[in-house]
């Protein structure tokens, strides 16, 4: 899937000035549009919805102006005053938001709805301050977010998605700060993406789902291994997330491949998020530092996390097959090198230089990868992206030498070698491309 | 391109009614949760035993809920021999014994105490053979200005008293400071 599909609304735009300007008719900028799930015709929700955005924006503002007021702990007014008086706010906001809803004005509805979900969670801070509740405030924001979380099941509302997910994430945070693990996190993250994948379409809250999802299983492996009791962070935590990642780029180019716009959107995100993600993460591997805290030496936890990657590797590949081989190679080529990384440490002392070096050669295959694609697909995102690689790269290394300065020397000429080899096919590729074009216009003549 | 076809219950929305019914449901969840929290706020002033404890506050701020005072009782810190067998966040009830109108830390048992005066708390850390014990009192909400004159009477000395209510199940509430300071001398 192209990255145009991102910039829809802006393609609708320019086909208009288009068709007014005379270059193409209504019906070929329609059949170009229809392409990317768009059409001419103006969107008739496009003015409501900057209403309905700056009318949300100032509820949060409003909320925000609450939470600040109940902050500021009024003891001069008596405790059941300030208790009832939220209490009826809280009611009355969700109240009209209910009754806004059902009879037809759904968008005033959310926007009640969800100031009463603000106005809820204050009631909740206010009680814990007037009665000096001092246990474990992370459980506040907990059932703060619960409370509003069925109101986004039956009003699919992503306003209020956003504001329950947003709570389950601080909550998660404060949760695992205290020491403590935030299992029902999941939860939430299912409700947005059976949201997001169902019922309407939001970029950000699959986005947030996704990453909140992967980082509670990051957290929950570090709760596992500290048998349910604390966090015990653990070095074979690393290629157990390679491997995830490495998994979740073959659902996207999956994604990419469906038949529902919405779908196919989420997956170039995705896709271009993890890449970005996978170039830092290899940026950081290029140090030999970032791999001396891997153990060496055999046990069930360094195979498993060996085998989850070279796993997640076959999975992602089965799942990017189709989509071609700029889609299917990293699959092979990123689990293959983090997998035998993982295992040169564990079964050999003193592997990190290895691995490092390894690792900046994958960053300048990867940068010629990328520069390719671009060149080929017409996307300069790609192309900019590898350039980007290979200049950071050579940044890095120039400024931190592997070994010494031959060492360091070696390195480039490495680099710089196989950047030419790769120029030289690609002419070579170019130059083949050409001749069969004349050969096939020869016979067709 | 992959066809995908989903069940119609992931798809399509909810019914009128079951909208109607789920929003009302869940309105009366949240008064739930509101109403539950005030009777688990107010039960143990209303029905509990009033006892004084010692404490030295230091005074942050809450996200959420203003300014408070942090109150570190005496209670909170439990010397224990055993204290490694008691879990992180297990639930823990301390023995109350009064000397000289104050009352002061006794027994640690993991079974609440059938008779006597006694609070409930839960086990926040346990560092070797100290029990770091949290009892849902240490935090005390007050006016930025009131924290503040908290904060500066307190420079010196260090110490206060506070009035807390325990309930027949050991839960607690801290209703108020009986003195600050010098105060208390």
């Known amino acids: ?445 | 391109m992959d066809k995908v076809t989903m069940p119609s219950w992931l798809t399509m929305p909810p019914n009128r009614k079951v909208i109607k019914i789920g929003l009302l449901l869940t309105l009366l969840f949240q008064l739930s949760v509101l109403c539950v929290e005030y009777l688990g706020a107010v039960l143990p002033i209303w029905t509990g035993k009033e006892i004084i404890l010692k404490t030295e506050p230091v005074d942050p701020r809450s996200l959420f809920r203003g300014n408070f005072v942090r109150l570190n009782f005496d209670i909170n810190l439990i010397s224990r021999i055993d204290a490694a067998e008691f879990k992180r966040g297990s639930v823990v009830y301390l023995v109350l014994e009064e000397k000289d109108g104050l009352w002061q830390a006794g027994e640690v048992s993991s079974v609440m105490p059938i008779q006597g005066d006694f609070i409930r708390g839960r086990v926040r850390n346990n560092y070797g053979e100290m029990l770091d014990i949290d009892y849902g009192i240490e935090a005390f909400f007050m006016p930025k200005e009131k924290a503040l004159a908290v904060e500066k009477e307190m420079r010196g000395t260090g110490t206060a008293k506070v009035r807390v209510f325990i309930s027949d199940t050991g839960k607690a509430r801290a209703v108020g400071f009986k003195c600050i300071a010098k105060a208390c001398e």
């Open chain 1, 1 to 445: 899937m192209r990255l145009i599909n991102l910039f829809k609304k802006e393609l609708a735009h320019e086909a208009r000035d288009w068709v007014r300007d005379g270059l193409v008719s209504d019906t070929q900028a329609n059949a170009i549009l229809v392409r990317y799930g768009e059409s001419l015709n103006e969107d008739p929700n496009k003015n409501s919805f900057g209403y309905y955005l700056l009318m949300s924006l100032g509820a949060l503002f409003l909320g925000l102006a609450l939470i600040l007021i109940v902050s500021h702990n009024w003891d001069e007014i008596p405790r059941i005053v300030r208790t009832v008086g939220l209490l009826l706010l809280t009611l009355g906001c969700n109240g009209v938001g209910i009754k806004f809803f059902l009879s037809g004005r759904q968008q005033a509805g959310k926007i009640w709805l969800f100031f009463g979900g603000i106005s809820y969670g204050t009631s909740i801070m206010l009680i814990a301050q007037i009665y000096h509740l001092g246990e474990h405030f992370p459980d506040g924001i907990f059932w703060w977010a619960i409370g509003i979380l069925p109101l986004v099941i039956f009003t699919q509302s992503r306003l209020l998605g956003l504001l329950s997910f947003t709570l389950a994430s601080v909550w998660a945070i404060v949760e695992t700060g205290e020491d403590f693990f935030p299992t029902l996190y999941p939860l939430f993250a299912i409700v947005m993406l059976w949201l997001t994948l169902f019922q309407k379409s939001s970029r950000l809250l699959f986005i947030a789902s996704i990453a909140g999802l992967i980082t509670w299983l990051n957290i929950g492996l570090a709760w596992t291994m500290g048998e349910w009791r604390y966090f015990a962070p653990f070095e074979e935590q690393l290629p157990f997330s390679l491997g995830i990642g490495i998994l979740l780029n073959g659902a996207a180019w999956w994604l990419m491949r469906t038949n529902k716009q919405d779908w196919r959107e989420y997956g170039l995100v995705t896709h271009i998020w993890l890449l970005r993600a996978s170039i830092i993460t290899l940026l950081i591997l290029s140090f030999e530092g970032a791999w001396e805290d891997y153990s060496s030496g055999f046990d069930w936890l360094s195979i498993s996390g060996i085998a989850a990657v070279f796993l997640c590797g076959a999975l992602s590949w089965f799942l990017s097959r189709k989509s071609g081989l700029y889609a299917s190679t990293p699959a092979i080529i990123m689990s293959s090198y983090f997998g035998c990384c993982f295992l040169l440490l564990t079964a050999m002392d003193n592997m990190e230089f290895v691995t490092a070096i390894a690792t900046n050669l994958i960053l300048v295959l990867m940068g010629i990868l990328l520069i390719r694609r671009g060149i080929d697909q017409n996307q300069t995102h790609y192309f900019y992206t590898g350039v980007v690689t290979l200049l950071l790269t050579a940044f890095l290394r120039y400024f931190d030498l592997i070994g010494d300065y031959i060492g360091g020397a070696i390195l480039f000429m490495v680099a710089a070698a196989i950047l030419m080899a790769a120029a030289k096919y690609w002419k070579y590729h170019l130059k083949l491309v050409t001749e069969t074009g004349k050969e096939q216009d020869q016979e067709s003549a």
